[in-house]
């Protein structure tokens, strides 16, 4: 290897360098930092020897290019040693799907969190059952005691920490050694934490999921999804992604790879940013409760201290009881906040939920309205301030 092809890296180099390294050849691209963009259906073999047994690098634009082996590589890189392969995905509910559809056959039984993220349960719900495979829910909080869900037909359990809208933290390792022991696989949404701050592999799961969209990307501007699998289920996954079809166009694959090279440094805004709003929102008297498991008053903080190495921008409050029509002024007032769905970009967004209407191994009563918000990397004070507005419009609706 060259100087420049980036394959001949030190050893032992620390996660921010890979993010910045892995996945670079140089040398293989006459110098250019970057892998080039191959749009890529047909590759043409040198001889019909050569055709027919199928030699070569590439041999099928959905069977991978350059453009995909470098965030492959970096992506697996980043997973640390415990990774075997990456497969991508069009978006990260298809990374979910498909995790599933790889590792589950009709007759098989799930354990999957109730905290897990809504679209995800929805799949379990229908897919999932239309082909003879069925779900039970499991409370996150639940750790070793999971052991009693089990069925001689258990395959897989599905965890996802912290939960999508409450933030429950969950045993991860307590539920993984539980789940190896019955021969069972687990799955993990790591989109919250990234690998950077989940070691995934190294907590007991064997397949980790990520909604690329989010901060991978970073920028609002792709839907795409990663499937990183240990050696024990990559296999499985390679075979089921490739059969089933899957692959993702390369402009997108290359915003991806774009978007982890900045990843660490704009968590660590995004985490500091968070942090910051979430404590300052814990002080006011409008709101009830805070819900992030970096804050140490959250209920999860120990685990999360643990098994973790950061947070990033995403948490729930719950305002103590008022009128909707408050609540309602006190989102529309937000000029700094976006009023949208997904989150991981550069921009604060809020949303309202409730997950009342669809939990059900535990009851979601907040005690009052519940928000979420995705802290962006603007500046924090700006955001604050943008929050005191919202909370004077707030008591003016409520009066
Ligand atoms: C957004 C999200 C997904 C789905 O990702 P899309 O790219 O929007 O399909 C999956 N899991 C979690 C936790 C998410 O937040």
């Not at 040693?81 to 790889?102: D, I, K, N, Q, R």
């Not at 045993?171 to 995934?200: C, E, Q, S």
């Not at 643990?306 to 948490?315: E, I, N, Q, V, W």
């Amino acid at each position: 290897m060259s100087k420049n092809s980036g394959g001949d890296r030190p050893q032992n180099l620390k996660p921010d360098t890979h993010l910045v390294t892995a996945g670079r050849d140089a040398a293989a691209f006459h110098g250019f930092v970057n892998a080039p963009v191959y749009h890529a259906s047909t590759v043409l073999y040198p001889s019909a020897e050569d055709l027919l047994a199928h030699r070569g690098r590439y041999t099928y634009g959905r069977r991978g290019t350059p453009t995909t082996d470098a965030l492959e590589d970096a992506l697996r890189t980043i997973e640390g040693p415990l990774c075997a392969g990456v497969a991508f995905a069009p978006s990260g509910a298809a990374a979910v799907s498909t995790a599933l559809l790889s590792m589950l056959s009709a007759g098989d039984h799930i354990l999957v969190t109730d905290s897990v993220y809504r679209p995800t349960r929805v799949f379990c719900e229908s897919v999932l059952k239309r082909l003879g495979i069925e779900t039970t829910y499991y409370n996150p909080l639940i750790g070793s005691a999971i052991e009693t869900l089990f069925r001689p037909n258990t395959r897989a359990v599905y965890v996802e920490a912290p939960g999508s809208q409450s933030f429950e933290m969950q045993d991860i390792p307590a539920i993984a050694k539980v789940a190896h022991a019955k021969g069972a696989v687990v799955m993990m949404d790591n989109t919250w934490a990234t690998p950077l701050y989940f070691r995934a592999f190294e907590k007991g799961v064997d397949l980790s999921i990520q909604a690329g969209t989010k901060y991978i990307g970073g920028h609002s501007d792709i839907m795409f999804g990663t499937i990183s699998a240990n050696e024990a289920a990559w296999p499985k996954l390679k075979d089921f992604t490739h059969t089933y079809g899957l692959c993702v166009g390369p402009d997108d694959i290359y915003l991806a790879t774009r978007g982890l090279r900045t990843l660490s440094v704009r968590l660590e805004r995004h985490q500091k940013s968070a942090l910051q709003v979430a404590q300052w929102l814990s002080e006011r008297s409008e709101v009830l409760r805070v819900m992030h498991p970096a804050l140490p008053s959250d209920p999860g903080h120990a685990i999360w201290k643990r098994d973790f190495t950061g947070s990033s921008g995403l948490f729930s409050i719950v305002l103590k009881p008022i009128p909707e029509k408050a609540v309602l002024a006190f989102v529309n007032a937000l000029s700094l906040f976006g009023l949208g769905f997904s989150w991981g970009g550069y921009e604060s967004l809020v949303i309202l939920f409730d997950c009342s209407t669809y939990r059900t191994a535990t009851q979601w009563a907040p005690g009052g309205p519940a928000l979420r918000f995705h802290i962006g990397l603007e500046d924090v004070g700006d955001l604050i301030s943008d929050l005191e507005r919202g909370f004077s419009a707030l008591h003016a609706a409520a009066r």
